[in-house]
């Protein structure tokens, strides 16, 4: 059994970690760590690492500027980036020039709702493919739900508009929509869906959308080896499920998976790596407890669970999520970057033997982190709420 963490310090709790509230939460973060081969049995470490600041600053510069929300972005083949807005506008940034992108999806724009990721196809250069994740009404039911699209970007507009999958039913609730977008490297699509505020109902049964992770073909269809294909009344398209609300998600080249954050209740955040068929727990079992304090669960783990790879308590309201494969910072290659909404930093993670041995606050104090990527000129670009996109420069270039 995992032990239940205790938080040391004085916490002044001004909001939730609801992804729509700013915090001044002050506290010493620790976190817990699993090995990665998602053992139950395996002990937690004893002692954990306390997040510091770096011994010397990255400094950073603008490379897109001027946004409200900056939910997602990709990097086009010559090295333009694709933005998305979170108020349902698209926007290509090159060479310092906004370009808006039209033929964007009608969005539900509801609490967290909205316009959120885009990633290309793998083969884009030949295809023109873009992936879109969003909030929408389509449907019987009032209000909304998440849905993934396509569609191929020509001359600054999006056309041969396609909707992969839309969750059902609509709901209108504020919360939990997810979603990022992942491709592995055989031919399929990953996104996410929170459980849209129905933590009783939808995250463990696989015959409801909602708190999952799901996987399709590149063109929509359903893969023959999902996991729930051929079972009763079940979504076929889940991969995983047990899911509060994933706001990161990148395919490991090294390890073959699609590793995932996700935002907990009020403590509970987690990394997991995902494996076909598996349940993660929600809300069974759960670091965290309720926003006025009360209990969820005493269930930490579980023999039928998987254990995640990192948790926080606190929460930090983690989005967007991404491994360090780049030269340019050797010191933190083959380590992990979450983007804290509530906090506000970028989070380095390094890891070692599955375990984190160290954590660190980078680009502290610019605003709410909603997205981090490295590019394929192998800088690492974060999008940062009231900001922009910004460029984090190595540390042997402002020496």
């Known amino acids: 059994m995992k032990r239940i963490l205790l938080l040391i310090g004085i916490v002044f709790?001004?909001?939730?970690?609801g992804e729509n509230e700013k915090s001044e939460e002050k506290a010493e973060i620790e976190v817990?760590?699993?090995?990665?081969?998602?053992d139950s049995e395996n002990p937690v470490p004893e002692k954990?690492?306390?997040?510091v600041s770096p011994e010397r600053e990255y400094?950073?510069?603008?490379?897109a500027g001027d946004m409200s929300i900056p939910w997602g972005f990709d990097f086009l083949p010559d090295g333009s980036i694709l933005i998305t807005e979170k108020g349902g506008d698209i926007f290509h940034y090159k060479n310092g020039v906004k370009t808006a992108i039209s033929g964007?999806?009608?969005?539900?724009?509801?609490g967290q709702g909205g316009l959120l990721d885009i990633a290309l196809h793998p083969d884009y250069e030949n295809n023109n493919w873009v992936y879109i994740t969003y909030s929408s009404t389509k449907g019987e039911a009032e209000g909304g739900n998440t849905a993934l699209m396509?569609?191929?970007l020509e001359n600054n507009q999006l056309t041969n508009s396609e909707v992969l999958y839309k969750a059902e039913p609509n709901s209108t609730r504020g919360q939990h929509f997810g979603s990022r977008i992942a491709f592995d490297d055989k031919g399929h699509v990953f996104?996410?869906?929170?459980?849209?505020?129905?933590?009783?109902?939808?995250?463990?049964d696989i015959t409801r959308d909602g708190g999952k992770i799901y996987r399709l073909n590149l063109d929509g269809s359903i893969p023959s080896d999902n996991p729930f294909v051929g079972v009763e009344n079940a979504k076929e398209a889940i991969y995983s499920y047990g899911h509060r609300n994933p706001q990161g998600m990148f395919f490991n080249q090294e390890t073959g998976e699609i590793w995932v954050n996700e935002h907990g209740p009020k403590g509970g955040d987690e990394i997991n790596v995902i494996k076909p068929g598996k349940n993660y727990g929600w809300p069974v079992v759960t670091y965290g407890e309720n926003y006025d304090g009360t209990t969820i669960t005493e269930d930490r783990t579980g023999p039928k669970?998987?254990?995640?790879?990192t948790y926080w308590v606190p929460s930090i309201a983690p989005s967007g999520f991404e491994k360090v494969t780049s030269d340019k910072y050797p010191e933190l290659k083959g380590n992990l970057l979450v983007g804290s909404l509530k906090f506000q930093y970028l989070e380095h993670l390094a890891l070692e033997n599955g375990d984190v041995t160290k954590r660190e606050k980078l680009l502290e104090g610019m605003g709410r982190l909603r997205d981090v990527q490295q590019g394929p000129d192998g800088f690492i670009y974060a999008a940062i709420e009231g900001t922009g996109i910004v460029r984090v420069l190595p540390i042997e270039e402002t020496e």
């Open 305 to 309: 669970f998987q254990n995640p790879l």
């Open 104 to 110: 964007a999806p009608e969005i539900y724009n509801q």
């Open 48 to 51: 954990q690492p306390e997040i």
């Open 32 to 38: 817990k760590t699993e090995k990665t081969n998602q």
């Open 59 to 63: 400094q950073h510069e603008v490379v």
């Open 191 to 204: 996104f996410s869906i929170g459980d849209r505020g129905n933590r009783d109902v939808n995250p463990q």
């Open 13 to 17: 709790i001004f909001s939730a970690c």
């Open 150 to 152: 396509r569609a191929k």
